[in-house]
């Protein structure tokens, strides 16, 4: 498997630590809303702490494009952070990220004293991963570690960039974590191996549909990308989402199971509606109809009662199951049935199970089944990539062990 230096295998006892974390959190009015990112970035930041490293926090927030926006900074940041680790998080803004001031206060570090850096994205050539301002943030540090599995698929200046100008690059326990669960889900799980993906489009899921299916014993597709399916098999599916020039993919995967001797299921039954709720929390009539016999001005919300129960048992008898995208309009209450019910099943066994991400993670912990989960990604694009079989540039920039 991936076997990237981690935090435990590197000396920072008086050495200056950059770590590039992923603080990308909502903000409303200067408060955060969803802590989440940072909780998950604590146990790297106390390990570096503990073993006396002079630890220099960086991160991206939103999409400022270069400009310095006074909502962006991540001093909100630095100030929940001090509170959660129970000491200094000490906040040194600088528009350019890496000044002057920022020299000084680096200088001024003890060990086991913490510094945070304003948003890395207030420098137009971050998501460019322009040379200049890599070698600026490896001037600040001797080790560089990488915490943000978030932004692993991209290649910029604070997780690529950056590691071309310093000895030593390791990644922190997430980004471990996500490279131990994920990467092992798909390149060596533990079988019967179950691969559900949901979600509203199939050109989203393209290499994702077909590197699963090369991998996994049963997958299971549901959410919008279904009627696409559906229709590939000569179904009638009414006003539901179809992606029209993926129809002859869908039969391509579909033969392609067939081939490889796996299973893929699909749903047997649907609940419709006339329309899509507005707002997506509106009240809604629904009824449930044959996944074959969709009526003409009716559109397929979610998946229907006999198809949540044939996904619930599929699960059942699993030892890995990957879940990436939800199995309806899982915001509205009426429509959240079959996504309920796939997150029931996989909360009742035993096997391992990983939440891929973006949406999917959002239904899970809304509908009250994070704890139950063995891995929840903290990355929607990054995990996508992962499943699909793609190297990630953030992770491979990390030394090997």
Not at 42 to 63: A, E, F, M, N, W
Not at 330 to 357: H, M, R, S, W, Y
Not at 380 to 388: D, H, I, P, T
Request: aromatic content about 4%; overall charge negative; charged content about 25%.
């Amino acid at each position: 498997m991936l076997n990237k230096k981690s935090v435990d295998d590197i000396q920072v006892t008086g050495k200056k630590v950059l770590v590039r974390c992923d603080f990308n959190v909502p903000l409303k009015e200067g408060k955060i809303t969803d802590e989440n990112r940072l909780v998950a970035a604590l146990p790297t930041i106390q390990k570096l702490v503990k073993d006396g490293g002079r630890v220099i926090l960086c991160s991206h927030l939103g999409k400022p494009k270069g400009k310095a926006l006074p909502e962006m900074s991540l001093a909100p940041v630095a100030s929940r952070l001090t509170e959660l680790l129970g000491q200094e998080v000490k906040f040194v803004p600088n528009d350019q990220v890496v000044g002057e001031n920022v020299k000084s206060a680096v200088e001024a570090m003890k060990d086991g004293d913490i510094i945070l850096l304003e948003n890395t994205r207030y420098r137009e050539e971050e998501t460019k991963n322009g040379e200049a301002f890599s070698k600026e943030l490896a001037s600040v540090c001797e080790i560089f570690v990488n915490d943000a599995f978030g932004t692993a698929h991209r290649a910029h200046c604070s997780n690529v960039g950056v590691t071309k100008f310093v000895d030593t690059s390791a990644v922190g326990y997430l980004m471990q974590k996500e490279i131990d669960f994920l990467g092992n889900a798909v390149n060596n799980p533990q079988r019967p191996f179950v691969a559900i993906l949901g979600g509203a489009k199939v050109a989203d899921k393209l290499n994702v549909i077909s590197n699963l299916l090369e991998k996994c014993d049963t997958l299971i597709i549901g959410g919008g990308m279904a009627y696409t399916f559906l229709k590939a098999k000569g179904y009638e599916v009414g006003a539901s989402l179809v992606d029209d020039e993926k129809i002859d993919y869908c039969k391509e995967m579909m033969d392609k199971a067939e081939r490889l001797g796996k299973k893929l299921l699909l749903p047997v039954d649907t609940a419709v509606a006339k329309a899509f709720p507005d707002p997506i929390d509106a009240q809604i009539d629904i009824s449930v109809v044959s996944a074959a016999e969709i009526p003409a001005d009716m559109m397929g919300l979610d998946i229907g009662t006999q198809t949540a129960q044939m996904y619930a048992d599929a699960v059942k008898s699993a030892k890995t199951v990957v879940w990436n995208g939800p199995m309806g309009v899982f915001e509205n209450p009426v429509l959240a049935k079959g996504t309920v019910a796939v997150a029931q099943a996989l909360a009742d066994t035993d096997a391992v199970t990983i939440i891929g991400g973006g949406d999917s993670a959002a239904a899970v912990n809304q509908l009250g089944f994070g704890a139950q989960m063995t891995h929840i990604s903290t990355g929607g694009g990054a995990s996508l990539e992962f499943l699909e079989g793609k190297e990630l540039p953030g992770v491979a920039a990390a030394d090997d062990k």
